[in-house]
């Protein structure tokens, strides 16, 4: 068997109060159809990462609306994840390195894991690339295992400049599922050919760790152990140290506002591996762009930064950052925007499903564009507000976990039909 | 030179509400003489334990007080570190192998500490017998670099029942310190020949993400997170799981009371090293005695424990346990007391220290007595509240950490003079 992931208890009656009785009831009537479906999600892993935290409350949600829904982890190996991060950077658009024997490393592992695959299924749910050809050996075994079970493959990257030999090498694999999910049009590569080819974007959960209501003493007193100052103006980006994510160009942003801002401070806040070796190349990179300089703050997980510090920092906030290269979805936009925080984010991905240029927060493509507009909002809070207050009502109606279990449902009776 | 760890801020005047202006006063006051005086505490690790969220609240704070405190941790392997959690059970009592292949070990990395060891000090704080030798292994060095510093050697384990061999080995390497301290005058063995020997508790961070107000709404929803029905009785003990904490004890102790309390639920909460083979095995031993009872949670970090939901579980709770066999201090007895929960804790080490006898908790000695108490309390909600809040008086009057604070100081002024 895969490794089972254990999991939190989630009651859908309270997001009553975020997404409305409306959306709850209807969620209901959708899953009343689907009471006792068998629904296992496939990831790779259960820390760490947005696709973790989707899983984290997709799973509970679905089985308290009466599904059978696990989440399972495939087996895999530092080598293994060495080849499907290239694999990961490749479908970015990176230039890495494609070789034969990264590909038979691939195909052993998903071999093994195909071959501890256990249960019986009504909806498979394989996220991105890691397990992507599980279905495939499952059917080369023997006995064909795959059972009556419609199997789905949830692409959550950025597929729109991606590696031409490295998607043709995962795409035979992707196209034996049954549909295929993304968050945009724009990923979809032209190649694929597929029946069923559906939009789902992802979305956020208001009762989580990191989403909840804190008190503003709280949020000072998180933000003071961090050496930010609550009263002085504070810029915030969230995200991992990688080149995709710009922290560099973050910080030169920073530096152009703070002329017309005195008294700015920008938070750098994410997580690391202690793993990942890459993750301490890049946050050495921001620290040399940092530069010593005392109102510039780089946090992690090393510095015990966890959800709900998290949480804090982006209430903190006067303006958030989200200033990717490339992005999938950036959960921590619509996280900001529902703390009524504006958002500026890379013009890329699926950031520009959630900032509505100039109501909730702005697009940018350059670091000039980004310091300008961080300095518009931080020069006129009453307008920072209000685009706070609209980036909520946005968040409400479109990115909240209980309109993204809608969408699933309606997909399984796409694929029941 | 050894791993310093980073630092939050933490600055003390918000202490004032917590430990009253006078408290801080004094401390400001004893700090004086010692501003720019270099301090450093050295342990065995960064994350996870009493002393390293001790450490975390006690530099910052010595910094904020003008002191140049910092915080190394030793170098280590995993070899050593089995040697040194084999010394931590002999200290405590149990009965483990002690060969000479473990003391070469030891000694082998402590040499290589004492190499390794930079920075000219006033005070050098050494905690635990991980670290123990340095100084000892500093001063055979050619040249001695010991310098003019104090050196003090802090013991957080109770030595009462001692192994004698693994006590003899270390014993020298402690008396070269120029004071020994201490949680009770019990913990001290007899042996120890030292000038000075001092005694100091350890102490709570009220202002930690442990121990910072939540509001009932956000420990509502954690607690459901984890099948924990607020409108229903708790019981809960937070800690890990090793037969010094007797979690086994305390699921019987909490059947008996069911009896008297319907709908009673127990919460174990923990924190597993996945490094640490011997707390999973625990971990089996307590799932084996639950048995699949529902109303018997038990949650780890590998559930997404962390700090604020511990803070969350103990403010819920309507009785907390620290039903330990062998404790140097409870520093959970003293978070849930300063929460306003009354406490039953094992009639052991430090727990006596922190609960007085039918004043804001019980100290038992066997399964019986605690479920006796247990449900004595649940009974009488009245009561068990009014017992919390005068445990919550008795921490800040003795258990803050700015009273730890003044006591490092005082000792630092005794040996200056």
């Known amino acids: 068997m895969l490794e089972r992931v254990p999991l939190l208890v989630k009651d859908l009656a309270p997001y009553e109060d975020d997404a409305g009785a409306d959306a709850i009831a209807e969620l209901r009537a959708l899953a009343e159809p689907f009471r006792g479906a068998r629904v296992l999600h496939v990831n790779a892993t259960a820390f760490g990462g947005g696709v973790a935290e989707l899983l984290g409350t997709v799973v509970p949600l679905m089985r308290d609306l009466g599904l059978e829904a696990e989440w399972q982890v495939m087996h895999g190996s530092d080598e293994f994840f060495g080849v499907t991060k290239s694999i990961h950077n490749a479908l970015q658009g990176a230039d890495v390195p494609w070789t034969l024997e990264m590909q038979d490393a691939y195909v052993d592992k998903l071999r093994e894991n195909a071959l501890a695959f256990e249960g019986e299924w009504d909806f498979v749910i394989i996220h991105d690339p890691q397990p992507a050809a599980i279905l495939a050996f499952l059917e080369q075994a023997a006995i064909n295992r795959r059972g009556s079970a419609k199997w789905i493959w949830r692409c959550h990257i950025d597929l729109t400049d991606a590696n031409e030999r490295v998607w043709e090498f995962l795409r035979p694999y992707v196209e034996r599922h049954d549909a295929s999910v993304w968050t945009m049009p724009e990923f979809v590569p032209a190649s694929l050919e597929m029946d069923r080819v559906v939009l789902i974007p992802p979305a956020i959960d208001p009762r989580s760790v990191k989403n909840l209501h804190l008190d503003q003493p709280f949020v000072d007193e998180i933000c003071h152990q961090y050496r930010i100052d609550t009263h002085r103006p504070i810029m915030c980006q969230v995200s991992r140290f990688d080149p995709w994510k710009d922290p560099v160009g973050v910080i ?155 969408d699933w449902l309606r997909l399984f009776a796409d694929l029941s039909g």
Request: one cysteine or more; aromatic letters at 6%; proline letters at 3%.
């Open 252 to 406: 030169e942003a920073f530096r152009i506002a703070r002329e017309q801002v005195p008294g700015l401070q920008l938070l750098l806040a994410g997580s690391m591996a202690t793993d990942d070796p890459e993750g301490f190349h890049y946050w050495e990179l921001a620290e040399k762009a940092r530069a010593g300089d005392p109102d510039i703050t780089m946090v992690s997980n090393i510095q015990q930064v966890g959800s709900v510090q998290i949480n804090a920092f982006q209430r903190a906030a006067d303006v958030v950052l989200q200033k990717s290269l490339r992005e999938g979805f950036g959960l921590t936009v619509s996280e900001a925007l529902w703390k009524g925080r504006p958002v500026i984010g890379g013009q890329c991905g699926g950031i520009a499903l959630q900032i509505r240029e100039g109501e909730d927060g702005f697009l940018v493509d350059s670091v000039e564009k980004c310091a300008a507009r961080a300095a518009e909002l931080l020069t006129d809070p009453a307008r920072a507000d209000a685009m706070g207050g609209n980036g909520r009502e946005h968040v409400r109606e479109r990115f909240l976990s209980t309109r993204l279990l809608a």
